[in-house]
């Protein structure tokens, strides 16, 4: 499939606004076209959920590497945790996906965070029951496959951005955000994430009572260009 370029962007703060996050993004390159972001969230915070977030991410990492299909990634992935903690350890797992293969968008979610989409000029929300892995043997992720269209976008976060504020009475104008998503460019996706987060820090003046992180998506009309970009700002 032609004529399209993917936009991706993700930002994460952990808890507090210091030390190690419990979340883990990575993004993978799909062998027969495509890529796809993964967030996985650890039980609890800092390094220990670290642990937990890293192992599941980078096990979705290589069954997508290998060809894996992404209910099959999640399947996956959900008994390498249980198997490996013995149900006692959970964590959440979103995967977003742009299949050229298939051209299509595909999302995985074994999360309560909703997957937020822009599709033909609409905005909805992939929500509802998808239950976190880790618990139980036989848990399934829920997924939706899109059409692979310009100007969609696929936007999720963890926890912590849906909390935010919540202990000042506080929270995200998501009318606001809304609104902000049906006219966004998707050269604009990387800075509208920045603030995104931003924003969810501000709420809990500045020091996170849950890690935070967004991941976006988006499909632009490709511009002719075969360079391709990618830029990180990682403390250490």
Sequence with gaps: MTGMRLEVAWAKMPKG????????????????????????DGQGSGPAARRISRMV??????????????????RAVQ????????????????????DLHSATLVVARN????????????????EGHAEVIG?????KPAMTELPLEAQSILLTYSDGLATAGKRYGKGLDW???????????????????DDLIARGIDLDQGRPSDDISVM?????????????????????
């Design 135 to 139: 618990t139980y043997r036989r848990t």
């Design 175 to 193: 009318d606001r955000i809304d609104e902000e998503l049906a006219v966004l460019a998707g050269s604009d996706l990387g800075p509208w994430v």
């Design 17 to 40: 606004g210091f030390g190690e996050s419990g979340d883990s993004i990575e993004l993978v390159e799909r062998p027969l076209g495509g890529l796809t972001l993964i967030l996985a």
């Design 216 to 236: 976006a998506l988006g499909v632009v009309a490709d511009d002719g260009s075969a360079l391709r970009k990618l830029q990180a700002s990682i403390p250490y």
């Design 57 to 74: 991410a980078m096990k979705a990492v290589s069954l997508i590497a290998d060809g894996s299909r992404d209910g099959a990634v999640a």
């Design 79 to 98: 008994d390498m945790l249980y198997t490996a903690r013995e149900g006692r350890v959970t964590a959440t797992l979103a995967l977003l996906s742009a």
């Design 111 to 126: 999360s309560p965070s909703p997957v937020v989409v822009r599709q033909q000029g609409q905005i909805f929300r992939l």
